[in-house]
């Protein structure tokens, strides 16, 4: 009895102490870390949600790029962090889903971090120099199969999301191509318009300005359907390849242990930025779609996310993808 009644009593000071924590929150500026250099999604897309942020927790909001290991350094920082809801990170796909698993990793994207809201999706895009030789999907995947390994593709970071989607598409359609691996989405964007390498797979916020103008050739979006974006370039489904789908999605997490009304007021702030008039349009501009409303909750970023892994982790296990 004794026992149940400081059980009881531990947990009634913890929970006063968060509503405290929560009432005082935030006295000092919040930052965002950002994995990935400065000119990234990430770093975009953390940009956009930190002004109305700032203004509806009436408190500075900084964005922190910690570059290195695929995102891995940036995302074991926040998880290392205090948990008080004043050190976040925004990852994605390749740093909460791929890395687990081509990485050895000191930490784990499931109990290690405290989830806090799903912002935007885009799709993966299969690309190429504007000159290659395929004049359309079909094309690309009968110039592969005839001219095995002659192609190379842009692969950015060690064992990343962007290398995983090549090996989805060559183990789906039989190809075979070479990777050239690029310590950024940027650089490897610099030598495909500039014609130094071939093909490119990459969400479609990246690049779909250069597409859109001509710059570079777009074969196929991964998706189910096509995407409002780009809507002259065919899905994986239309063109015989059903199920090839993958999509890069942001999201905001918080340390584990983080009091789940610090959560919560986070929670609210990002909503509201999401709702943001200026930030939909930048979003739009960034070619990123924001998540509906119902999907912005921590509940629901935890569902997603769960599901994501269950999704890729025997995928990118079968594919023998490790980082070196």
């Known amino acids: 009895m004794i026992r149940q009644i400081l059980v009881v009593t531990f947990a009634a000071i913890i929970s006063a102490a968060g509503s405290t924590l929560a009432q005082d929150f935030p ?6 870390v950002a994995p990935f250099p400065a000119g990234g999604p990430a770093d975009a897309i ?3 949600v930190a002004e109305p942020m700032r203004a509806f927790l009436n408190q500075t909001v900084v964005i922190e790029n910690v570059a290195g290991a695929g995102g891995n350094i940036g995302v074991g920082r926040v998880a290392r962090a205090a948990p008080d809801g004043y050190t976040l990170i925004i990852g994605q796909w390749s740093t909460h889903v791929v890395n687990q698993i ?8 499931l109990t290690d971090l405290e989830p806090v809201a799903l912002l935007t999706i885009t799709p993966q895009m299969i690309i190429a120099r504007k000159d290659f030789p395929a004049k359309d999907a079909k094309e690309l995947v009968a110039w592969l199969k005839a001219n095995p390994d002659k192609a190379n593709a842009a692969s950015v970071g060690a064992a990343g999301g962007a290398q995983v989607s090549a090996m989805y598409f060559q ?27 071939d093909l490119m797979f990459d969400m479609a916020a990246n690049v ?52 789940k009304p610090v959560i919560a007021k ?13 930030a939909r349009k930048r979003f739009a501009q960034l070619g990123q779609d924001i998540m509906p409303k119902e999907q912005q909750t921590p509940e629901a970023l935890a569902a997603y996310h769960k599901a994501e892994t269950e999704k890729w982790w025997p995928i990118v296990r079968e594919l023998g993808l490790k980082a070196k």
């Open 27 to 32: 006295s000092r500026t919040i930052t965002i």
């Open 171 to 197: 183990k789906a359609t039989g190809t075979t191509f070479r990777f050239i691996p690029y310590r950024g989405g940027h650089p490897a964007k610099v030598d495909l318009l500039a014609g130094r390498v």
């Open 208 to 259: 779909f300005n250069q597409l859109r103008s001509g710059q570079i050739k777009g074969y196929a979006v991964m998706a189910k359907s096509r995407w409002h974006g780009l809507p002259d370039i065919p899905s994986v489904d239309e063109l015989g390849m059903p199920g090839l789908h993958v999509a890069y999605w942001h999201a905001i997490w918080a340390p584990k242990g983080t009091p």
């Open 102 to 109: 081509t990485y050895s990793l000191p930490y784990n994207v």
């Open 266 to 278: 986070l929670n609210a702030a990002i909503q509201h930025a999401l709702a943001d008039e200026n």
């Open 46 to 48: 953390a940009r956009v």
